[in-house]
Structures are given as structure tokens and as C-alpha cells.
């Protein structure tokens, strides 16, 4: 039996959510996908439990066993601590910065944004809500917020995050030298496209005295660097990632198919 | 009945049963999953099934034997996706094979989760690896752990990992996004032997840059199959490869008439033409409009 019903479980779904996508009715087509997608977030926040034991579990040891790095282990539980507990604290009204703008986009939804300030640590932020609503109805102003969750959010989470990935930048330059070093002749056409890309991507002509003779004159009113550009991305390039794309679409769809007949079984640990 | 009643019941069954529009994907799904399940049936009864190489699966267990030998742990990201994202599900089930191989070497494996849910499948994959290769007392659950559900949070403390513990193998396996240079480069300077997987076409590029092996693309997909060699499992390789290759034969006959019906407009003549507009129609979504 417990190695039954998961399968069987597994493959009714299977079934009935691939039946979802060719029905039309709205309580099939939407409902259903609406409950599927509440219930996965209701098993969302349960494993999200499970994750926060295992990250105090893991941390909590290497403090209790002082091991290397333990120090780091101790700003990440009372990073934990403090902003679940800031999360708890209760809403309060905040003040609406800018007047309320509700304007009407093409397909008939009103965009509502409403721009706040409050001062915190001397720090005054703002954040803006964004609300889409059906044009000509009432429009209810969201005035609740947390400030200091926003603080700790806008001031200390985005910021690092905006650091790690600007990292990227750096990566990509020693990542682009090492697949454009000329080993072969392959490498070697990969430069030669890269050079032709990176030229047509920037407007060269404007550089002074040398820009038009670096530029090589224009094809169609475009520069040329530029229309080459254009056609190696268009072409080569297009061709080889609709390949990709469709090996990977056969790809998912066998997977699909194997999980749904339970051939393939990773939700009960690979086996059945 | 004539036929006006007949197009007021399909009009019915197209606005409450069965969308039109999408019949041709269905007949797509119907003949794909026909020469899957065909494939694994073949396997079933026992018949040889050839599949093609994959290199950079052959190189998994270099990777393993080298961090056996310099004492080191091996590194296994599963992406950045959810548990039903179905890159997810694939580099579950090379997690499931890696882990038998770690255990056979007696390694140590270090698996950072992302999702809460997809660790503790992963946990569940793992033992059960362990137990396969004959050494459940080996298994140590705390190898599979849980970090943030935040994307560069989890890059900079996996990375961070690696700089730590400098695994002597790295597998990025799964559905990635922007960390994928950030993850890859980081374990490129460690030294690390690193194989890569992902079906997102845009990070492709840089894990082949950056890494000694990639699986592209559908790979990752036939990667758990080939590693397992179950006889079912390479059956539905086969069935996937067949698939394509109508799919390609299916595409030059197209790319033919087509190039007819641009190239020659008036060639009326067996109306090639238009069987070139009917082969478009048929990759079209909205091929039996009602």
C-alpha cells in the first residue's frame, strides 16, 4: 500500500492536470489550477519549516561545536531571529507620500500606484504598491506596512543582493576570455563572432577621428558591424537554441510522461 | 442529422469539453507518448537497446574516483528550481545515482537545497542511494541541507562553500538562472573538476565556458536514465530519439514546401503551395478553429 499509492496518486493528477490543459471551462481550465497552485503553497510553508529546523540544526551544531567559521553560523541564526521576529510585528499605518494615480493601460486595467515614506534609523524609505484593478471601480488603497521589514529588505537584503550579482560582471569577462582563447579553429570562429557582436552592440561611429573608419560604412542604413551583428544572432544563432529548445521540450515531455506511468519515481527516493 | 446540428454539438464540446484549438498537441502528446511507452514495452521483454554516448556522464565517475583519492567531498547543486519544476525532477534522479556512486567510493557529499521540499526529497534520495550501495550507516542527513529560498543568498552561500570546503568534484545540475557564472566560475577557481546540466538555454553558454563538462539541453533529461542503465528507463531514450528524428523529418519537409510557396507563388501545379500553408497550419496552435 505505501508503495502503491503515492504512484497512484501521482498518476490521477498527472492525468487530470493534462486533461486541464485541453478543457476550456472555466472551472476546470482556472479553478483547478487555482486550488493546485494554493494547495502547493500550503505544502510550501509546511516544508518551510522543515527547511528553517534543518538550517537551525546545521548552524546550531557548528556553534555548540565551535567549528571554523562558527562566528558566521551565529550572524546567520540571529539574522533568522531578528527579521522573523520584525515580520511579527503588527501593521501600522503609513503615510501616502504622493497623491493616489490611477491610470487606465491599453487592456483596460487600471494601475494603481500609491508611493509611501516612513523614517526609520534616520533612514527615510520609500516604497511603491502597485495595484491592478478593473477600470471604473473603486479602488482600495493598501495603508498597512511593516516599516522596519521594508528597512531591512530595501537597506540590508537588496543591497547584497545587488552586490553578488554585479559580481557577474567580473565573472563574465574571465569566463569570455577563456572561451574566446584560441586553442582551434572553433575557438577561433567564436572570436571572430564575438569581435563582430560586440562591435555591432556599441555605436563605434561615434568614437572620434577613428569611429567611421572602424565602423566599415553601413549596409541597409545600418552600420555594418551592426546588420552582421543582426544576422548571426537571427541565424546561426537562432538555429542552434531552437534546436536546444526543442530536444528540451521532448526532454521534459518523456520525463513527464515517466513520472505520470511511474516508470520514474524521485518523489518516493527513486524507488518504487 | 444534418450539419448545422452536428457544428452546434462540436461548437458545444469545443466551449465545455475539449478545446479545438489544441487538438494538434494532443495528437502530438498521443504519438510522442505511443513511442515512448512502445520503446519501454520493447525493453521490457528483454530487447538490446542502443543508446548514444554521453561524455560528460562518462566523466562522472573521473570526478568521483578523483575526489576519493584527494580525501575531498563532492558538491551537488540541484538548481534553483521548485520541486515540479521538471529540470528539478532530473537532476533529482542524477542525484540519485551520484549518491550510489559516493557511497560505493565512500565519499562525502554535500547537497545545499534551495527549496525546503526539495530537500527533504533529496534527503529521501540520498538514503535511500546509500542504502542501495550497502552502506545505510553511512548516510548523514545533515549532508542535505537547507540555505535560503532567496537566488543570490543561496549563489553567495554556495559559494561560499566551496571556497571552504573546496570539493574536489562540482556537479550543477537542474534549472538555473543568473547565479550559474557566479556558481561555476567560483568552483573553476577552487580547482575543482566540475560537470554541469541545464535546460535553460541561456545559462548553456556560460556553464560550457566555465565547466570541464555540460550536459545540454535534453541531456539532462536522458543523463538519470543513462547513468541507471535500467532497460526501461533507456527505453524511453530511444522513444525520445525516434521522436526527434520525425520531428526533423517533419521540419526539412516543411522547410521544403515552404521554400516553394516563397520562392515559386504561382506554381499551381499539385498546389504545392498550399501544402506548404497546411504544413504551417499544422505546427500552429489554432489549426482546427471552429
Redesign the interface.
Do not use: D
Given at each position: 500500500m505505501r508503495s502503491k499509492l503515492p504512484p497512484f496518486i501521482c498518476f490521477i493528477c498527472g492525468i487530470v492536470l493534462l486533461l486541464q490543459?485541453?478543457?476550456?471551462?472555466d472551472p476546470v481550465e482556472k479553478d483547478m489550477l487555482e486550488w493546485v497552485g494554493n494547495s502547493?503553497q500550503i505544502?510550501?510553508v509546511f516544508?518551510?519549516?522543515?527547511?528553517?529546523a534543518?538550517?537551525v540544526?546545521?548552524h546550531g551544531?557548528k556553534i555548540k561545536r565551535k567549528m571554523?567559521?562558527w562566528g558566521f553560523s551565529l550572524i546567520t541564526l540571529t539574522c533568522v531571529v531578528v527579521v522573523a521576529t520584525i515580520g511579527l510585528i503588527p501593521a501600522n499605518d503609513i503615510k501616502i507620500k504622493s497623491p493616489t494615480v490611477a491610470k487606465t493601460n491599453i487592456t483596460g486595467e487600471t494601475n494603481l500606484f500609491v508611493t509611501t515614506t516612513h523614517t526609520l534609523f534616520g533612514f527615510q524609505t520609500e516604497s511603491t504598491f502597485t495595484n491592478t484593478l478593473l477600470a471604473g471601480k473603486n479602488i482600495p488603497v493598501n495603508k498597512k506596512s511593516v516599516p522596519m521589514f521594508d528597512w531591512f529588505y530595501n537597506y540590508i537584503?537588496m543591497p547584497?543582493?545587488a552586490t553578488?550579482?554585479s559580481?557577474?560582471a567580473f565573472?563574465?569577462m574571465?569566463?569570455?576570455y577563456?572561451?574566446v582563447r584560441i586553442k582551434s579553429w572553433e575557438a577561433g570562429l567564436l572570436l571572430v563572432a564575438a569581435i563582430i557582436v560586440l562591435l555591432g552592440q556599441v555605436p563605434i561611429e561615434q568614437i572620434p577621428i577613428l569611429g567611421k573608419f572602424i565602423a566599415c560604412g553601413t549596409i541597409k542604413d545600418i552600420s555594418t558591424f551592426e546588420y552582421l551583428k543582426s544576422i548571426i544572432l537571427d541565424f546561426p544563432n537562432t538555429a542552434a537554441?531552437r534546436g536546444?529548445?526543442?530536444?528540451?521540450a521532448?526532454?521534459?515531455?518523456?520525463?513527464?510522461?515517466?513520472?505520470i506511468?511511474g516508470?520514474?519515481r524521485?518523489?518516493?527516493?527513486?524507488?518504487g | 442529422m444534418d450539419i448545422s446540428q452536428w457544428h452546434i454539438k462540436l461548437r458545444f464540446i469545443n466551449e465545455y469539453f475539449f478545446d479545438f484549438n489544441k487538438a494538434n498537441v494532443l495528437i502530438g502528446l498521443v504519438i510522442f507518448g505511443a513511442l515512448i511507452l512502445y520503446f519501454i514495452y520493447h525493453a521490457r521483454r528483454g530487447k538490446k537497446l542502443f543508446v548514444r554516448k554521453i561524455p560528460a556522464i562518462d566523466s562522472v565517475e573521473e570526478a568521483l574516483g578523483r575526489a576519493t583519492e584527494l580525501g575531498k567531498s563532492v558538491l551537488y547543486v540541484s538548481g534553483i528550481g521548485y520541486e515540479g519544476d521538471v529540470q528539478t525532477i532530473a537532476a533529482m534522479n542524477i542525484l540519485g545515482n551520484v549518491a550510489e556512486q559516493v557511497a560505493h567510493y565512500d565519499t562525502d557529499i554535500i547537497v545545499p537545497c534551495i527549496n525546503p521540499i526539495v530537500m527533504t526529497i533529496e534527503q529521501e534520495l540520498v538514503k535511500q542511494a546509500y542504502t542501495r550501495a550497502g552502506r545505510p550507516e553511512d548516510y548523514q542527513e545533515s549532508s542535505i541541507f537547507f540555505i535560503t529560498t532567496q537566488q543570490f543568498a543561496y549563489a553567495s552561500a554556495v559559494c561560499g562553500i566551496m571556497a571552504r570546503e573546496k570539493p574536489a568534484a562540482n556537479f550543477f545540475m537542474g534549472s538555473f538562472a543568473a547565479e550559474s557564472l557566479l556558481l561555476a566560475e567560483t568552483g573553476s577557481s577552487t580547482g575543482a573538476i566540475q560537470i554541469a546540466g541545464t535546460a535553460s538555454p541561456s545559462q548553456i553558454p556560460f556553464f560550457i565556458v566555465a565547466c570541464d563538462y555540460t550536459l545540454i539541453g535534453e541531456e539532462l533529461f536522458a543523463a538519470g536514465a543513462y547513468m541507471s542503465r535500467d532497460p526501461l528507463l533507456l527505453g524511453s531514450l530511444k522513444g525520445q530519439d525516434i521522436a526527434k528524428f520525425v520531428i526533423i523529418i517533419l521540419m526539412i519537409i516543411g522547410i521544403c514546401l515552404v521554400s516553394i510557396e516563397v520562392f515559386f507563388p504561382n506554381l499551381t501545379f499539385g498546389s504545392i503551395g498550399q501544402i506548404g500553408t497546411f504544413f504551417k497550419k499544422i505546427f500552429d496552435i489554432h489549426m482546427f478553429t471552429i
Open positions: 490543459f485541453f478543457s476550456p471551462w502547493t505544502v510550501g516544508a518551510l519549516a522543515i527547511g528553517i534543518s538550517l540544526h546545521m551544531n571554523p567559521g537584503f547584497l543582493s553578488t550579482f559580481l557577474l565573472y563574465i574571465s569566463a569570455a577563456r572561451a537554441k536546444i529548445i526543442i530536444g528540451i521532448l526532454g521534459g515531455l518523456a520525463t513527464s510522461i515517466k513520472i506511468f516508470i520514474e524521485p518523489y518516493m527516493g527513486g524507488q | -
